[in-house]
């Protein structure tokens, strides 16, 4: 192990020195414009993911046909059983530190946010932004780990903007009770069940994520987002009903999530025209939330400041300022930190994280549930091929990556299900490298002699580039040239959101590095699934699709959590994806946040953003 990760810190060092010297530093490539959206016929994925017969024969533990829903899950089993979607109502607390007057909390960050619209941002920091500026109805309860971190505990929500619940008998019904006296931020406004109700009308009309939150918990179906109408009822200023056409056992989990957030609906509906009726102009560059911060300034290519928001209804927040300076260059991140001149580093080079330690740097880690995920696009050449994307599968060094890549901050992982959500299967069939296989499986393909592929990456995220260059050493071993191509995080987010004239989603992008929001905000398998591999999933863009795996993920959904039969069938939807290979899970990162060591306070949620509200800092 230790000389493969000397191997592989070699490789990046070179790659890296290789690239500086390079000449003038070159603009990020431009990212694709067109492709032609190809669909797969249902006839051919069939045939397409019965070519691995030898695989999926040993793996496939359970045909379509023995498929059963004999346990239906019922809102009154959820209401009393674990994962409850109607746990006991408790209000999150007042948070009771003092505010300091000048302390400002300095992070440096990459690159810049093309938005801070919570429902149009697909960016790592600017979701941090919008999780500091807005709040949502719930949160969850904070209990402090070994090391000091405050760790959301998700199965213990916790009323944020509503200070309770109560939830009808077969969990298809709750009335939220909303906090009196909440005031959003710049205009003094009182938030009242008007504003809520108009932010998720605004969420399932903008069609940009807001939708996928509300399906799956039964708000509407996908298609059928005018059904929003029906599903949310004022009752009074402070009391709101939310109607749901099924219990699932997440809804409260689900409404704590960073982009669903409350709006002050007046100013977003003066900023309203014909062909922009729900203001996301005014959205990308103003805030408009109740949050412990808001946007004082932002200086695109230099620096975002957060203010604090004195007249939060849990109290104030001990920094005044939050400051997010763009310093692009990590080793520049990782001196400054070095040096005292930031507090938060969001990137710094994996091999300068022992030497940041012996520094005297705060390098803190915590495993989570989020996924670096390679994808390979199954209905366009070569990756139609299901020997190309078993081979590629094959010929990654996943275990050496752990150690040379992020020196024990990641986990193994290595499917579609994250090994730390519920019913994830250790003993699954998942790929070990195996350079053999790899060149026997692309022997077997329609491009024995290999090909080129270009990878597409956000490269202004940590770790992104350093993956892409294991993966094109590892590639050229068995003869498949990887082109890197490096996007900014405007770029590769409007390729995720690319849609084609007739307004259908597709991505140009065949073989694409998704670091960034491959890992479930809820951490419960339906949830993850339904997110990332249902056919036409909000945040799955390589076009996967099989029939068996799609009627498995079905027949769950009528399951008790409880239920063995629930958790079987993700375990054959593991087996089977591994078999099909329509992606590469690369490795589980854990979350890294280095820091100075006066600032104490970091808090983990499955969504891995920062809360700078209960940071605090020692002078």
């Known amino acids: 192990m230790i000389r493969s990760r000397v191997w592989i810190a070699a490789l990046l060092a070179m790659a890296l020195v290789a690239a500086a010297c390079g000449g003038d530093d070159p603009e990020p490539a431009a990212a694709p414009t067109t492709a032609a959206a190809t669909t797969a016929t249902t006839a051919a994925m069939?045939?397409?993911?019965?070519?691995?017969?030898?695989?999926?024969?040993?793996?496939?533990?359970?045909?379509?046909?023995?498929?059963?829903?004999?346990?239906?899950?019922?809102?009154?089993?959820?209401?009393?059983?674990?994962?409850?979607?109607?746990?006991?109502?408790?209000?999150?607390?007042?948070?009771?530190?003092?505010?300091?007057?000048?302390?400002?909390?300095?992070?440096?960050?990459?690159?810049?946010?093309?938005?801070?619209?919570?429902?149009?941002?697909?960016?790592?920091?600017?979701?941090?932004?919008?999780?500091?500026?807005?709040?949502?109805?719930?949160?969850?309860?904070?209990?402090?780990?070994?090391?000091?971190?405050?760790?959301?505990?998700?199965?213990?929500?916790?009323?944020?903007?509503?200070?309770?619940?109560?939830?009808?008998?077969?969990?298809?019904?709750?009335?939220?009770?909303?906090?009196?006296?909440?005031?959003?931020?710049?205009?003094?406004?009182?938030?009242?069940?008007?504003?809520?109700?108009?932010?998720?009308?605004?969420?399932?009309?903008?069609?940009?994520?807001?939708?996928?939150?509300?399906?799956?918990?039964?708000?509407?179906d996908l298609g059928s987002e005018s059904d929003i109408e029906a599903a949310i009822t004022v009752i009074d200023d402070y009391h709101i009903r939310f109607d749901f056409n099924k219990p699932t056992p997440f809804p409260l989990h689900v409404l704590s999530n960073a982009g669903v957030t409350v709006y002050d609906s007046e100013v977003l509906i003066a900023h309203a025209t014909d062909d922009d009726p729900w203001a996301h102009e005014h959205l990308k560059t103003n805030d408009v939330g109740t949050g412990p911060f808001y946007l004082e300034s932002l200086e695109p290519g230099v620096e975002i400041v957060l203010k604090r928001n004195d007249d939060y209804f849990l109290g104030p927040a001990q920094a005044e300022r939050i400051i997010l300076r763009v310093i692009p260059d990590a080793a520049q991140q990782a001196a400054l930190l070095t040096a005292g001149e930031i507090d938060f580093a969001e990137a710094v080079p994996v091999t300068a994280i022992p030497d940041l330690r012996d520094q005297g740097v705060k390098v803190t880690t915590v495993g989570g549930n989020n996924q670096a995920v390679m994808y390979m696009n199954p209905t366009r050449a070569p990756f139609d091929d299901p020997h190309v994307r078993v081979a590629i599968s094959y010929a990654y060094p996943y275990d050496d990556v752990l150690e040379g890549v992020y020196f024990g901050a990641a986990s193994r992982g290595g499917g579609p299900i994250p090994s730390t959500t519920p019913s994830y299967n250790p003993d699954a069939p998942f790929y070990s490298q195996d350079l053999d296989e790899a060149r026997a499986h692309l022997a077997a393909s329609g491009y024995p002699d290999g090909f080129s592929a270009d990878l597409y990456i956000d490269g202004t995220l940590a770790f992104a580039p350093e993956l892409a260059i294991v993966v094109q050493a590892s590639l050229a071993q068995i003869g498949i040239d990887v082109n890197i191509v490096r996007l900014d995080s405007g770029q590769f987010r409007d390729n995720v959101f690319a849609q084609d004239e007739d307004g259908n989603r597709i991505n140009p992008m065949d073989f694409f590095l998704f670091y960034f929001g491959s890992g479930s905000w809820v951490n419960e398998p339906q949830y993850h699934m339904e997110l990332f591999w249902e056919p036409n999933a909000f945040a799955m863009r390589s076009n996967y699709e099989n029939p068996e795996v799609t009627e498995k993920l079905n027949a769950a959904k009528f399951l008790s959590p409880a239920d063995p039969a629930r958790a079987q069938l993700y375990h054959d939807v593991q087996a089977i994806m591994l078999a099909d290979a329509p992606a590469v899970w690369l490795a589980e990162p854990h979350h890294i946040v280095a820091s100075s060591q006066e600032v104490q306070g970091f808090i983990w949620r499955p969504d891995q953003i920062n809360r700078y509200y209960y940071v605090t800092k020692s002078a």
């Open 46 to 220: 069939a045939e397409e993911t019965t070519t691995t017969a030898a695989m999926a024969e040993e793996t496939t533990t359970t045909a379509a046909a023995e498929v059963t829903t004999t346990t239906q899950l019922t809102g009154t089993e959820l209401a009393g059983g674990e994962g409850s979607c109607a746990p006991e109502s408790e209000a999150a607390p007042a948070r009771g530190v003092a505010p300091v007057d000048g302390m400002t909390i300095v992070r440096a960050i990459s690159g810049d946010v093309s938005t801070i619209d919570p429902r149009r941002n697909f960016e790592a920091r600017a979701s941090e932004m919008v999780a500091n500026m807005y709040d949502q109805l719930t949160t969850f309860h904070l209990i402090p780990n070994a090391d000091g971190v405050l760790v959301a505990d998700s199965t213990r929500p916790q009323g944020l903007l509503a200070e309770g619940w109560d939830f009808n008998e077969d969990c298809t019904s709750v009335i939220f009770t909303l906090r009196q006296g909440v005031k959003f931020h710049h205009t003094g406004n009182e938030m009242t069940a008007d504003d809520v109700r108009w932010s998720f009308l605004r969420a399932a009309y903008l069609d940009a994520g807001g939708w996928f939150d509300h399906a799956v918990i039964g708000l509407y």
